[in-house]
DNA sequence: TAGTGGTCTAGACCACCGC
DNA sequence: CGGTGGTCTAGACCACTAG
């Protein structure tokens, strides 16, 4: 064992330190060996024991301290690296990370599943429809990608028979050619889109707008309130796909997002 | 090679089929195994060429064919699980996800960082401090905990001189004793409590409501604006930390989040 | 019951980089 | 130069579960 850094300030029982649930932290015994370990370090770190900037031990220390070998510290180091509660560089060590921006995961989920989790009946209504030629506000959307033609739509999402959010969707017909012959009264065009392209890139924008008129009516709100406006471009591996505004009544809806140290 | 799931349609070239940056494909050549091995499939899938619900070849079959071991492709595998692009289950196999909820990652910065990223001076302002018994409100926050006193600051984010966002918080002293010795005129309570609170679990709720008398003073508004309110419940090992609402001005504050398919 | 994923090992080689 | 993390291997055992 090497002496670099503090010693490895885990109780140092015969069992050689592979944390068990018979303590006072809340562990599961039944847990695999990485999950324990990993759980082990983690708490060092949440409760403070080991603060930002403090240098971990070495892999070879760590293998040896909790009895494994060292490709399952490994596994648990990576695991910790990308929760972002370390940082690692070869010749140095590890440290525990200085928390700079908080990431917290936003789940956007389909609108259906999301009023129907509500008990509320779920309704779509179209509109109106378009197929027209990418013009300048579409343009910024499509960057480069050669100006072709566009699909816009919007639409309207009930819950309970009462407007929900006000969907204005643009689809970009040189990515998804087959939404021409889609007339998207049946079905909205998010799970269409979603059952049929695969997974790739989105930005997300959210900010807050006064309703206008036309929301006024459409989300019937009163001319006071302010709208929850999720704006979400897609891409796809063969370029743009899709750009949505999802306009929310205010007052009405809430995104949540949660943060957890680790991935698991 | 066993002989279930559709033959692995990768190209069977004779170098066993590792990936190389020779084709169409974008899949840079120096990379490691693993990471080779993981961008070719993340291709399959985010292209298409594997939809939603396929089957992938099992854990042995890709090691065969990718000429590397089972614990590499294990590992790949991981990833595309935490990446929520695959699932797996035990005796069937694995399959490409069905994507049901997205999930964007929401960066939560410090507002001093965001302001002057921005190119403009920042600034803050202390404006009521007081000590006060937890009260109604602040229990729903700390739940079941010992109705303890709580910290309550406001202050104003100032970005070029500019009122920039409205922070209303509630600590838990609790939880942070210390901070009961602290005036909070020379720094605010975000950056102090994050350089002491070791990485905690935190819960985001986004919403927009409409300006009220105070902050179209405060933030200088006029009675149409809307206003972006982002509310932040951090807690820690020990119990709730604190309770923060940031009240942004809508028309000039987006909260952007991204997503990316794997971890990488 | 047989096949799959989940896990773990003991060892190995290498690139990097502070000393 | 030496020690660290990064990676990869060949093999092993086990739990789970569809058939």
Redesign the pocket.
């Known amino acids: 064992m ?1 002496r ?1 850094h503090a010693s490895i300030d885990v109780d140092d029982h015969p069992d050689r330190g592979i944390p068990r649930a018979t303590g006072k932290t809340t562990i599961a015994s039944d847990q ?4 324990r370990i990993l759980a082990d370090i983690e708490d060092k770190i949440v409760s403070g024991a080991w603060p930002p900037g403090h240098p ?1 031990p ?3 220390d760590l293998a040896a301290h909790y ?6 510290v ?2 648990v ?2 695991q910790l ?1 990308q929760g972002g509660l370390i940082e ?7 440290f525990v990370a200085q928390p700079k921006a908080q990431s917290a995961v936003l789940e956007i989920h389909d609108i259906g599943d999301e009023v129907r989790s509500l008990n509320l009946e779920y309704g779509y209504e179209r509109l109106s429809l378009s197929r027209r030629r990418a013009s300048g506000d579409d343009l910024a959307w499509l960057a480069d990608a050669s100006a072709g033609d566009v699909l816009a739509i919007t639409g309207l999402h009930l819950a309970g028979g009462k407007p929900f959010c006000l969907e204005e969707r643009l689809i970009n017909l040189e990515t998804v050619p087959q939404a021409a012959d889609v007339d998207f009264i049946a079905i909205a065009p998010g799970p269409w889109l979603s059952s049929l392209i695969p997974w790739t890139t989105a930005q997300h924008r959210i900010q807050a707008v006064p309703a206008d008129r036309r929301e006024h009516r459409l989300l019937e709100l009163t001319p006071k309130d302010a709208c929850l406006v999720i704006e979400r471009r897609t891409w796809n591996g063969s370029g743009p796909v899709t750009r949505v505004t999802m306009t929310y009544p205010g007052n009405r809806h809430v995104v949540t997002a949660d943060f957890r140290p680790s991935g698991s």
């Open positions: 090497t670099r695999t060996l990485h999950r971990l070495f892999e070879v009895g494994v070998s060292r490709m399952t490994n596994k180091m990576g690296v690692r560089r070869k010749r140095l060590g590890s």
